[in-house]
Structures are given as C-alpha cells and as structure tokens.
C-alpha cells in the first residue's frame, strides 16, 4: 500500500512523533510506501524530495482550510495514496481538509490524547481538579469549567466551540478511529464516534530477547523521569516527593525539557538537591533513551491528568524497569500495581514518595517487578503485535492486510 501518515509533530518531538516514526519504519519494512504529510508553521526550510515528504501549515478554522484546499489537493494527487492516516491533528487540521481527504481515499484516525474530549485537556473539574464525566461541548462553558481570562476570549471560547464540533463530526465520518487504550475508547463512544468504525489497537514498542540484567544497575538507585517539563505532568511533584525521602539512597535523572525546566532548576537547589538531581534535557537519540531504561532503578511517571496510554510506560518495562505512577486511565492498560509496578494515590506527593522508597530500599523487589513487565510487554504489547493489529485495520478498508 502507499499510505499518507498526515501529522503536526516533527520528528524530535516528543511520543506522537517517535510513534509516527517507529510505526513508519516498520510499515516500509513490511513492504508498504509511506509519504509523510507535516502541518507545521515553520515552512522556511524546504523538505527533502528523497524523505517523501510534503508540508502544508496548520489551519484549524473554516476559511483557513478553504484557502489550503488546493494545495491539499495537490499533495493527493501527486501522492495517490491508498489510505491516509491522521495522527490526531485535532487542532491544527482544518476539518474542511479532512472532509477533503474523506473524498480522496479511505481515512483511518489515530486518538493519541484527550485534546478532542476536552477543551483544558485534563478530563477534570477546573478549579477543583475533580475528575470530570461530562461530554464536552457547550456545557464546558455554561459551568464555568472554561471560562474566558480576558476580553478577546469572549470572541475566540464561542468560535473554539464551532471548529471543535466540526472538527469532531468529521471525526465521526471518518473510515476508522483507532484508540490505544480502553480509557479512550470509552471517551471516543461517548462523544458520539461508532462503535462499528472504533477499534482497540494498544501502542507497542521494541523487545528485547531477554530482559535487560539488573546486575549492571546503577548504585545508588536511578529514579528516571522521561517526559516534558510541563505542569500537568508532574515532574514539579516529583521534586518534592524525591526532597521528602532525601535520606534514601537514591540519584535521579530528569531527560526532558519545556517551560517548567528553569522553575525546576531553581526548586532543585532550593532543597538542596542540585548534587543528586541531573536534567539532561531532551533526548533524540533512542539508544541512549534506552540505555537510560536499562540503568534505573524505576521510571517515575507522575502525570497528573488522565493519560491516554504513556508509550514511556511499555518503553520501561520492556528495558525490565518498573514504573511508579499515579496510573491515570490510559496507564491502566499495562500497569498492574503491585505486579510491574506501584500506584500511588493521585496527586499526592507523599505517597508517590512512599511508592518510590519501596523500589529504592528493595532492589530485589524492584527487579521482580521489573521481569514481570517485561513479559507482559513481550506478551502484549511488542511492535509487532501493535502493527499487526494496526494492519488489520487497514485491511479492513483496502483488503491489503500484510
């Protein structure tokens, strides 16, 4: 088949780009031509014909699609595609191109967060942090849970409303919508997307032949933390957990970067810690991601809102590691407490503390776990296994399933 893969991540750019990447690499191995479409701003530097890529800007509102509809259109005739393939691009495909590409050639959509079911991309009560239940749309609004923060919002909030029910009808018109984890396929259902065009296909990642050795373990243990330095994802809770246990034998690694790295910096030598805690920044090369995994003690996933599968969670415990989360929705999919690794109680920095000082005091404990994990990626949730049953999805539309 030759498959358009349509995404708004550049390739150093966190899990969705690595996923996109990953997932290409092994399509092209099974003999499949892949064209990449990027939807990016930043269009001074032209793409290289050699890579199969093309770049069109983001648009999110009705005109701007109106205006690319054209240059859409010949990207699709120069591809040909057999099937396209929408890496989310919520909010930055105008659904006038998506309607497009509709028309073109079978669509299948990949959900890779919960941008789509909620306006604040928390799944929770704003300000009281509650989990929320509600379907999103114009009752986000009335409650006050969006609320406009000055006086041009009252113009944008009303027209985010419209492009976002737009842009979520045509989601429901589209071939197939894939959803790595339970927890969004459930809020796929709610938001009115079929159930006949909605599939289950977890994520997968690379297995070893055997699980990494923990005699090669780094002492004292290495609580590693892999992700953006943003607010929602706890690396600032995980600061505070790691100064409360500060008499315990452990270093730590914090590989990321984003907004929050300075007040990191700044919370890291106010505690006294700038000694036992290392930001390396983000990390390009998947090697030396891996070789990160393959040394620590535990991977410490804190994300404080409902995530939609964490790829970083199956990327560990196929290096052996055990993971110490608060294990919101998505994480569920592969994290068993107790088995390949420990929740701790939501937001609550004491306990993700606690959680983490088991696994630090108790290496043998941590390595049972770690095997533990390993099997059941292996078992579970190995690439192959995730591209064959993304493959059977694409079979379901083109006949083509190999």
Known sequence: MRILQVSDKANHDGGVAAYVASTSARLEARGHRIVH?????????????AASEYRLPTSYGFVSGQLLRRALRKVLLETRPDLIHVHECFTTLSPVLLAEMRRFAPVVGT??????????????FSPTGMPCHRTCGIGCFASGCV??????????????????RLSLNQWCRIDRVIAPSSYLQELALQHGIAARNLRLVPHGTDVPPTCASWTDRATPATVLYLGGLLEYKGPGVLVEALGSIRERDWQ??????????????????????????????????????????????????????????????????????PVVSYGLCG???????????????????????????RLIDDCALAEAMGKRGYALVATRFSADTALDGLLAVYGELTGVSA
């Open 111 to 124: 959900l890779h967060d919960i941008r789509p079911f909620c306006y604040l991309m928390t799944r929770r």
């Open 331 to 357: 994480m569920g999919e592969w994290l068993r407490n107790g088995e390949n690794g420990l929740v701790a109680a939501a937001g609550d920095a004491s306990d993700l503390a606690r959680q983490m000082g």
């Open 252 to 321: 730590a690694v914090i590989a990321g970067d984003g907004p929050l790295r300075g007040p990191l910096e700044e919370k890291v030598q106010r505690l006294g810690l700038r000694e036992r805690i290392r930001f390396c920044g983000h990390l390009g090369d998947r090697r030396q991601i891996s070789r990160l995994l393959s040394s620590a003690r535990l991977l410490a996933l804190p994300s404080l809102i409902p995530e939609s599968f964490s790829l970083a969670g199956i990327e560990a415990l196929a290096a052996g590691t």
């Open 147 to 164: 609320r406009p923060e000055a006086f041009s919002d009252l113009a944008r909030l009303p027209r985010r409303w419209v492009m976002d």
């Open 37 to 49: 479409l990027r939807l990016e701003n930043n269009l001074s530097e032209s793409p290289d014909p």
